[in-house]
């Protein structure tokens, strides 16, 4: 059986739409874990009466708008690492699961099959987790690396006698952040040879079809792989409901019609996919036209809202500190750009290194052999 362990805040909605994919889209059964640290989830989940196997509350870490930035920044930290960690503990946990994936509310697998093709590809590789990244991430962002926290899969068996999420949030440095985190542990718990790298991303696009390399984002607004069919789509940056609408088209594209909440919000949300992506456009248009007084455009902030909207409330001092810092990474950009860079990390290492530099048992960690 295959584990699904989801974090998340307040997103029960998004919530209720995944509990459905899976329960109500799919063949199979699945141990559905899931963790919230917001003030209300327990009830939030019981009066909604989602199909959900474990629940655990996350610790209750501080967080508001009132504390200063880097204070609130660290908490938010500490709370994402523990609803993950409190999650994947939960769907670890129980009997009869040998493989598990962590996801966010908001970040849909949208097909049985492909779910299983994955799995399949980390089980033929021996490989103890299979984790996507940006190869340039993983080499120069972070040390000791960098994964992407949703579409992360585990052989449950060898996180469970490594007790891979033995650590608390508060066990780490204030400065870390998720991304880094895990591929710490699971180096120190697994090691090299056990980790695989099945996506650089590079096949991932926004609703357009532009890679999310183009617009220098990889996480938001969205995320699609084709390849995987996976999405991830964070609602609250986009006007009005569109973001939704971009979910229901997305179900609509892979044939999830099933389940009270995604009827619910087929029905809530569906309009026709010219008019959802004219709609998009011209929003993104008109933050285009606010920008262009400095010289920007929502693609000079990777189409991140947030960021935009972040920016046009800023003092002018700071407006003319981005504007500068923003041309000067798209020169570098430009200039200093390595296509090489996005390839999968272990053929990347293989290209550079010779194993015969090396003992015998050493190449079988560092010389991935990629076949």
């Known amino acids: 059986m295959i584990g699904i362990s989801v974090s998340l805040y307040d997103k029960f909605e998004d919530l209720g739409v995944l509990i459905d994919i899976i329960r109500e889209n799919w063949e199979e059964d699945y141990f559905i874990s899931v963790c919230s640290n917001h003030p ?21 870490i501080n967080y508001d708008d009132s504390m200063d930035e880097y204070r609130k920044s660290v908490n938010l930290k500490y709370r994402v690492y523990n ?27 949208l097909s049985e099959k492909k779910l299983h093709k994955l799995i399949d590809e980390v089980s033929e590789r021996n490989a103890s987790i299979g984790f996507k990244a940006r190869t340039r991430f993983f080499r120069n962002r972070y040390t000791p690396g960098h994964f992407s926290d949703q579409f992360i899969v585990y052989d449950a068996d060898a996180a469970k006698s490594a007790d891979l999420f033995q650590r608390k949030a508060l066990d780490f440095p204030p400065d870390y952040v998720i991304h880094q ?30 890679p999310i390399f183009d617009v220098r ?9 084709p390849k995987y069919e996976q ?26 019609s099933d389940g009270p ?25 008109s933050l285009d036209k606010r920008l262009r007084w400095y010289g920007l455009s929502s ?15 800023s ?52 010389c991935d052999d990629i076949d």
Request: aromatic letters at 14%; one cysteine or more; hydrophobic letters at 35%.
């Open 40 to 60: 209300e989830a327990e009830k939030r989940i019981s009066e909604l009466g989602y199909d959900i196997d474990y629940f655990e509350k996350g610790a209750d």
């Open 83 to 109: 609803t993950i960690r409190t999650a994947c503990r939960g769907a670890l946990s129980a009997d009869g699961v040998e493989y598990m994936m962590h996801l966010h509310a908001d970040a849909w697998p």
């Open 181 to 210: 985190i895990l591929p710490m542990i699971s180096l120190v718990k697994f090691g090299w040879d056990e980790i695989y790298h099945y996506s650089t991303r590079s096949e991932e696009m926004h609703w357009d079809g532009k």
């Open 217 to 225: 984002n990889p996480a938001r607004p969205m995320l699609y792989n």
């Open 231 to 256: 999405v991830h789509i964070a609602t609250e940056d986009f006007d009005q409901d569109l973001g939704k609408s971009l979910q229901a088209y997305y179900l609509n594209k892979h044939g999830i």
């Open 261 to 285: 909440r995604v009827k619910s919000h087929l029905d809530s949300y569906s309009i026709p996919e010219e008019e959802l992506f004219n709609r998009i456009n011209e929003y993104f248009d």
């Open 299 to 313: 693609e000079s902030f990777g189409r991140n809202v947030n960021h935009i909207e972040d920016f046009l409330r």
């Open 315 to 366: 003092p002018f001092r700071n407006k003319i500190k981005k504007v500068a810092d923003t041309y000067g990474k798209l020169a570098l950009s430009k200039y200093f750009r390595d296509d090489e860079m996005e390839e999968n990390i272990h053929q990347w290492y293989n290209d550079k290194l010779d194993e015969g530099d090396y003992p015998s048992r050493f190449p079988d960690a560092v």
